[in-house]
């Protein structure tokens, strides 16, 4: 069985209006919550073996903060097609891992996260900032997830609820 973490970014900051989308950064509260996720991760012994990231700023800074926070020692790879992606491009990416990573962890934006924990799970379920969900798929290989492969959650975490 494999296991996927879905990640959306930390809160950002719209501070600069000059930015583009892609450029904003985490706020304060974006800043606290990336590295508790990561604690979190840490204590529940779901420290990914993989890491994918959205290039957008945001994105790739919450994957930082929660690798750090977790203990990940891995390279984070930044992947643009991540960049507000859906469930077909999470298949694809996936498809491609070496079948020693068990866990991996995806991080991104929604619609797009919301609508894979839907598609991998039957499960609808809210998901703001920083929310990061645990899907068991049952493959042995990542080349065998498709579109017909069905997962179950087994936990959500939105930072709101930790408190």
């Known amino acids: 069985m494999k296991s996927l973490l879905l990640l959306r970014h930390a ?21 606290r919550d990336a590295p508790r996720m990561g604690r979190l991760l840490h204590e529940l012994d779901l420290v ?7 290039t957008a700023k945001r994105a790739f800074k919450t994957a930082q903060a929660v690798a750090e926070a977790a203990g990940y020692e891995g390279e984070i790879e930044k992947h643009r097609s991540l960049y507000h992606a859906g469930a077909d491009v999470f298949i694809e990416m996936l498809r491609t891992l070496p079948d020693e990573v068990e866990r991996a962890m995806l991080v991104g934006h929604n619609p797009g996260m919301e609508y894979a ?8 379920e809210r998901y703001p900032t920083a929310t990061v969900a645990h899907i068991q798929l ?4 990542w080349a065998e997830l498709d579109e017909e492969t069905e997962g179950k959650l087994l936990g959500l975490w939105r930072p709101k609820e930790l408190d």
């Open 117 to 124: 924990v839907l598609y991998f799970t039957g499960e609808d």
């Open 48 to 54: 990914p073996d993989a890491i994918l990231s959205s």
């Open 138 to 141: 049952p493959i042995d290989s």
């Open 11 to 31: 809160k950002s900051s719209w501070k600069d209006m000059s930015l583009g989308d892609h450029d904003r950064p985490l706020n304060p509260r974006g800043k």
